[in-house]
């Protein structure tokens, strides 16, 4: 099946805003931009100890705001889509979320979409926010934002984590209407989600193809269930990889910084491909990741019993043309939209520099493969 490709921006300093025309030439479906205050790569080991891209930057974790930062790219940009990948709702009051969105949609003319997600313990742990119900508080996040978008008037409502009273929203979408909703999930409850609020699907994580299809289903399932058409929910993947050829994929994976996606990888995935987690048999990969509990001496025992073959069971990994095959397969699972993340580009300031040309051969292989026209 034909795929289209999303791009993906950097939102950490420093920031470089000049690629924006190659991503706005009508090759891309999407630029997705990250909502960070913390990067998944724990700081205790982002030393010259352990990576040169430490002399490149002092920290992992120079975020900017991902919303004012899509205003400036909506107007540095004329065709191609933009998106937050993804804005939790714990972090930001859906009535600000609603607004936002709004506001970010007439800046780009009707090109934004709205990513949203239920949090990460990473973002939100050391910084006080209360994560109980995450899940519940999404749903009824969502509701409020398509309650005001689509109310003429005030709104009151009372819910188990948002009261309005009298509340008025009435700047109206743009002419191409509300901006779409796109919903990062793996779990059950949020995959339900999906399906009964979501016009996008948009996850991370390490799922085989087999187990996006099946995750596909249920969403669809759940669409109709709430009386919605599931086509029109578009299924996307967020594809991490590591590209390279054997040899050089052997050094790769020796890199801490390489060795460390494993905390991003879920023990249920690992287990599936005949794995144990060094993080422990429950271990949910992102949503767990705490980053005041990857002290120096727990990521250096992590790093001692990570299994690189364990790590290459569940990532895509190879030649451009083997991980386009990789991704290929995604599509026929049913996806529509993809991003190909390379991961290898952690290695080191020389695998970075050459890891966009590498995603570049990947991309045009991919659309080659899937007879896609981008």
Request: net charge negative; charged share 25%.
């Amino acid at each position: 099946m034909p795929l289209e490709l999303a791009a993906f921006l950097r939102t950490t300093l420093p920031l470089d805003l000049r690629t924006l025309d190659a991503l706005d030439d009508g090759r891309y479906h999407s630029i997705w931009m990250p909502d960070h205050l913390v990067s998944f790569w724990p700081d205790s080991i982002w030393t010259p100890e352990f990576t040169d891209l430490a002399h490149a930057s002092p920290s992992p974790h120079r975020y900017l705001d991902v919303l004012p930062l899509a205003g400036a790219v909506a107007a540095r940009t004329a065709r191609t889509r933009l998106a937050t990948s993804v804005v939790d709702t714990v972090r930001r009051h859906p009535v600000m979320l609603a607004q936002s969105a709004l506001t970010l949609s007439h800046l780009s003319d009707g090109r934004f979409i709205l990513g949203l997600g239920a949090g990460e313990r990473e973002n939100l742990a050391p910084y006080g926010f209360d994560d109980r119900a995450a899940v519940s508080r999404f749903a009824e996040a969502v509701r409020l934002i398509r309650s005001l978008w689509s109310t003429a008037g005030p709104v009151d409502f009372e819910g188990e984590f948002f009261t309005l009273e009298h509340a008025r929203l009435d700047a109206e979408p743009h002419h191409t209407g509300t901006p779409p909703i796109w919903i990062g999930a793996n779990g059950p409850r949020m995959l339900r989600l999906v399906g009964e609020l979501g016009d996008g699907w948009w996850p991370t994580g390490s799922a085989e193809p087999d187990i996006y299809a099946a995750q596909l289903v249920r969403i669809r399932e759940a669409a109709e269930q709430a009386g919605r058409d599931p086509d029109a929910i578009t299924p996307a993947k967020m594809v991490v990889c590591l590209i390279g050829e054997p040899d050089e994929l052997d050094v790769i994976m020796q890199r801490p910084l390489v060795k460390s996606l494993v905390l991003q990888l879920t023990a249920d995935a690992l287990r599936a491909a005949g794995f144990d987690h060094p993080m422990g048999e429950r271990w949910r990969g992102i949503q767990d990741i705490d980053p005041r509990a990857l002290t120096r001496d727990r990521l250096l025992r992590l790093l001692d019993e990570v299994d690189p073959a364990a790590i290459l069971s569940v990532v895509p990994h190879g030649t451009p043309k083997r991980v386009a095959e990789q991704i290929a397969a995604f599509g026929e699972a049913g996806a529509r939209v993809v991003s190909v993340l390379d991961y290898s580009a952690m290695a080191g300031q020389d695998y970075a520099a050459a890891s966009p040309s590498k995603v570049r051969e990947v991309e045009d292989a991919l659309l080659t493969l899937t007879g896609s026209t981008r």
